[in-house]
């Protein structure tokens, strides 16, 4: 008998290892790519500290110099400063150097709005906790569906220039922010995370908003734009139109990548050269590659692959990469000179990185980004790195 019990004990032991070894165990926790653990209680901590908080959208700070109303997202121009010469004249030009006196509660909000969302959208990933899901479209709901604090889908009150304008198009760049926002959207969705009927009145809202950006003056100049403003313009457009499943808008963005995007900006050795004009040659590099690989990331599919797109003379995404990896790894040899702002804050964890070793199996690239710094602190940083949730573009479903 006693040897009965044993044959069962080992026969036990024997499956449950079997079990184990084949992922037959239903409460097995899926690998995460490139996200250590230490990191992903970091994530689920403070996306739990987020449980409670409050949604701020546009409609709690309103600006006195703005034209439009409550519902209006409005910000400055970054580089324009009063005229010493004529004080209370219009605003004159320093590029590179960033106005401190400029109204930016909206630019702040939106990305306080994209931090939480994404931080939830991240531990409901990790976690499948519907509570993660509950949180996040609280704030969804603040910003695009609650007639009394919702923004409205269109940005005609963006990057005005004191005594010049009270809008431009330049400043459709202010909204890349969403753009996590928006796939944070997809997860929920394919997972039937929350109310599809909320789902749908969210997608509506973007879906007027594709439609201002590419019918709208402004969206059409910022897409006709020569440099990182039009690359940010179509990585916010397709973001948009795969959360819609706007097909039309898709091609047209894909398209646009291969013939005039790509084409125009990068040149022979993989730079963006009017980016290397500016005061700024290191930080709008890295920013405007980082937008190249999202948007490649977003237009691709198993129909679309634009990471193996090359042009007839040789431009692709990879040499964009190759040109950019040794300066990311040590910055003392970049060759031009230094940033005239925010030259020691950067390189942080860039996208560019993740999504190149994702499309090119390059070791070296993921190695360097998981040694950059995925939290930074700085304002200016965090405005220009849309991509700061790695688990929305790694997972698509719970882990657990």
């Given at each position: 008998m006693q040897q009965q019990t044993?044959?069962?004990?080992?026969?036990?032991?024997?499956?449950?290892?079997?079990?184990?070894?084949?992922?037959?165990?239903?409460?097995?926790?899926?690998?995460?790519?490139?996200?250590?653990?230490?990191?992903?209680?970091?994530?689920?901590?403070t996306a739990t500290e987020y449980l409670d908080s409050l949604p701020l959208t546009v409609t709690a700070t309103v600006c006195e110099r703005s034209a439009g109303g409550p519902h209006d997202f409005y910000s400055e121009g970054d580089y324009w400063w009063p005229d010493p010469e004529n004080p209370d004249g219009p605003y004159i030009r320093r590029d590179g150097q960033t106005n401190p006196d400029n109204f930016v509660a909206h630019r702040l909000a939106m990305i306080r709005?994209?931090?939480?969302?994404?931080?939830?959208?991240?531990?409901?990933?990790?976690?499948?906790?519907?509570?993660?899901?509950?949180?996040s479209l609280k704030h969804l709901e603040a910003w695009f569906v609650n007639p009394e604090t919702r923004m409205n889908p269109s940005l005609l009150y963006v990057q005005a220039i004191k005594g010049r304008?009270?809008?431009?198009?330049?400043?459709?760049?202010?909204?890349?922010?969403?753009?996590?926002?928006?796939?944070?959207?997809?997860?929920?969705?394919?997972?039937?995370?929350?109310?599809?009927?909320?789902i749908n009145q969210i997608k509506a809202w973007f879906d007027e908003f594709?439609?201002?950006?590419?019918?709208h003056p402004y969206g059409l100049d910022e897409m006709n734009t020569k440099n990182n403003h039009a690359t940010c313009w179509m990585m916010q457009v397709a973001a948009f139109a795969r959360l819609t499943d706007n097909e039309k808008v898709l091609k047209m963005c894909r398209d646009r990548f291969k013939e005039i995007l790509l084409p125009n900006q990068m040149g022979e050795n993989g730079s963006f050269p009017l980016e290397l004009e500016r005061t700024k040659p290191y930080g709008y590099s890295l920013f405007n590659l980082d937008a190249f690989f999202t948007t490649a990331e977003i237009l691709s599919d198993e129909n679309n692959n634009l990471y193996e797109f090359s042009t007839a003379d040789g431009k692709n995404l990879e040499l964009g990469a190759e040109y950019l990896f040794p300066f990311v790894m040590d910055k003392s040899s970049w060759p031009l000179q230094p940033d005239v702002?925010?030259?020691?804050?950067?390189?942080?964890?860039?996208?560019f990185l993740l999504f190149a070793e994702k499309a090119y199996q390059k070791k070296e690239y993921i190695e360097l980004w998981k040694t950059l710094e995925g939290y930074p602190k700085t304002q200016e940083v965090i405005r220009n790195l849309p991509i700061r949730n790695p688990l929305l573009w790694l997972l698509s479903e719970p882990v657990q």
């Amino acid at each position: 008998m006693q040897q009965q019990t044993n044959y069962y004990k080992a026969n036990t032991v024997i499956l449950l290892l079997f079990v184990c070894m084949f992922g037959l165990s239903c409460s097995q926790k899926k690998q995460v790519p490139y996200i250590a653990e230490t990191e992903q209680q970091y994530i689920i901590k403070t996306a739990t500290e987020y449980l409670d908080s409050l949604p701020l959208t546009v409609t709690a700070t309103v600006c006195e110099r703005s034209a439009g109303g409550p519902h209006d997202f409005y910000s400055e121009g970054d580089y324009w400063w009063p005229d010493p010469e004529n004080p209370d004249g219009p605003y004159i030009r320093r590029d590179g150097q960033t106005n401190p006196d400029n109204f930016v509660a909206h630019r702040l909000a939106m990305i306080r709005f994209s931090q939480i969302l994404g931080r939830e959208t991240s531990a409901y990933l990790l976690t499948g906790d519907k509570r993660f899901a509950a949180a996040s479209l609280k704030h969804l709901e603040a910003w695009f569906v609650n007639p009394e604090t919702r923004m409205n889908p269109s940005l005609l009150y963006v990057q005005a220039i004191k005594g010049r304008v009270t809008g431009r198009g330049i400043g459709i760049i202010d909204a890349i922010h969403l753009i996590e926002v928006a796939r944070s959207v997809e997860i929920l969705e394919q997972n039937s995370a929350v109310d599809q009927e909320k789902i749908n009145q969210i997608k509506a809202w973007f879906d007027e908003f594709v439609q201002w950006l590419t019918t709208h003056p402004y969206g059409l100049d910022e897409m006709n734009t020569k440099n990182n403003h039009a690359t940010c313009w179509m990585m916010q457009v397709a973001a948009f139109a795969r959360l819609t499943d706007n097909e039309k808008v898709l091609k047209m963005c894909r398209d646009r990548f291969k013939e005039i995007l790509l084409p125009n900006q990068m040149g022979e050795n993989g730079s963006f050269p009017l980016e290397l004009e500016r005061t700024k040659p290191y930080g709008y590099s890295l920013f405007n590659l980082d937008a190249f690989f999202t948007t490649a990331e977003i237009l691709s599919d198993e129909n679309n692959n634009l990471y193996e797109f090359s042009t007839a003379d040789g431009k692709n995404l990879e040499l964009g990469a190759e040109y950019l990896f040794p300066f990311v790894m040590d910055k003392s040899s970049w060759p031009l000179q230094p940033d005239v702002m925010y030259w020691e804050e950067w390189p942080v964890r860039h996208p560019f990185l993740l999504f190149a070793e994702k499309a090119y199996q390059k070791k070296e690239y993921i190695e360097l980004w998981k040694t950059l710094e995925g939290y930074p602190k700085t304002q200016e940083v965090i405005r220009n790195l849309p991509i700061r949730n790695p688990l929305l573009w790694l997972l698509s479903e719970p882990v657990q």
